[in-house]
């Protein structure tokens, strides 16, 4: 055990590891597309979310964690915004064009954020998020804006019977860092 430590730490001051190619997104969404089948405010949504992911400089495809604070307008004219639904997820991305273009897709859960009249908060069920194209434009060598101008979400808190599953048409806007 003590030769393993001692190879360990040989190894760690002998040659400098460079720190792992970690990225910090943040992003903000709107679905303001949803609601043009039956003309509702009930697909109005907005919100937020942070990505952390894992890909090499240069390379294609990486992975991430994904967190979302998604808020809704309620049904009722009494109580206007709700909190919604938290969707986390696992995410897989490929770059294009020299990293010009972004797809990704994202699978997870989605957790119910207040009571309902049916439901209480925290029922969970799937998220799933798929963004055929995210232009990117560098800001500085290690930040870069996003922009997803449309891609759909299914959200679906509550599986059981009266399920609870919305498709979102969104627009979203990002920043991706690289933290070293």
């Known amino acids: 055990m003590f030769g393993v430590a001692a ?16 990225r910090l997104g943040l992003e903000v969404h ?31 495809f990486g992975g991430f964690l994904f967190f979302e604070q998604n ?11 709700v909190p919604g639904v938290r969707n986390l997820g696992l995410g897989l991305e490929r770059l294009w064009r020299g990293e010009l273009v972004r797809t990704s897709m994202v699978l997870g859960i989605s957790m119910l954020a207040y009571d309902t ?9 799937l998220y799933f998020d798929i963004r055929p194209a995210t232009l990117r434009w560098h800001v500085t060598r290690r930040t870069v804006f ?18 609870l599953v919305t498709a979102q048409y969104r627009t979203t806007l990002g920043l991706e860092m690289l933290l070293r």
Do not use: I
């Open 71 to 81: 808020a809704w307008y309620a049904t009722d004219l009494f109580r206007g915004v």
């Open 117 to 125: 009249e049916l439901d209480r908060k925290r029922t969970t069920g």
């Open 7 to 22: 190879a360990l730490l040989c190894a760690s001051t002998s040659g400098r590891a460079e720190p792992p190619p970690l």
């Open 146 to 163: 996003e922009l997803t101008p449309l891609h759909l979400v299914v959200v679906a808190p509550v599986m059981h019977e009266p399920r």
């Open 30 to 60: 709107a679905s303001f597309l949803s609601n043009q089948t039956d003309r509702s405010l009930l697909n109005v949504t907005f919100g937020g979310g942070v990505r952390l992911g894992y890909r090499p400089d240069g390379a294609r």
